[in-house]
C-alpha cells in the first residue's frame, strides 16, 4: 500500500497493487478527508505488475506536487 497525506487540507490518497487468483493486477485508488467517511474509490486493469508500479510512482509524483506527503508505516512498501 502506497499512502500520501495532505495534512493543511486533511486529505489522504492510497494506491494498492492487487493481483487476483488469476494472476491479474489491478491498481486501486482510494481517496477522501481524514477523518471523514466521504471518499472515493476507483479500480482500474493493469498489464503488469511494473506498469501498475509505473503508475503508482506517476501518482506520488502528482501527489508530492500537490502538497502530499508520503506516509511510511509498517504495511507500506517504498512510498512513491
Known amino acids: 500500500m502506497y ?3 495532505h495534512e ?3 486529505r489522504y490518497y492510497q494506491a494498492h497493487l ?3 487468483l488469476f494472476g491479474e493486477w489491478t491498481l486501486v485508488r482510494v481517496w477522501g478527508g481524514l477523518g471523514s467517511h466521504q471518499g472515493a ?3 482500474t486493469g493493469v498489464s503488469s ?3 501498475g508500479l509505473a503508475q503508482v510512482q ?3 509524483k502528482r501527489r508530492r506536487q500537490h502538497g502530499y506527503l508520503p506516509v511510511v508505516d509498517a504495511y507500506s512498501e517504498e512510498n512513491g
Open 3 to 5: 499512502r500520501w497525506i
Open 8 to 10: 493543511t487540507k486533511n
Open 18 to 20: 492487487l493481483q487476483d
Open 41 to 43: 474509490v476507483r479500480t
Open 49 to 51: 505488475y511494473a506498469d
Open 58 to 60: 506517476a501518482i506520488g
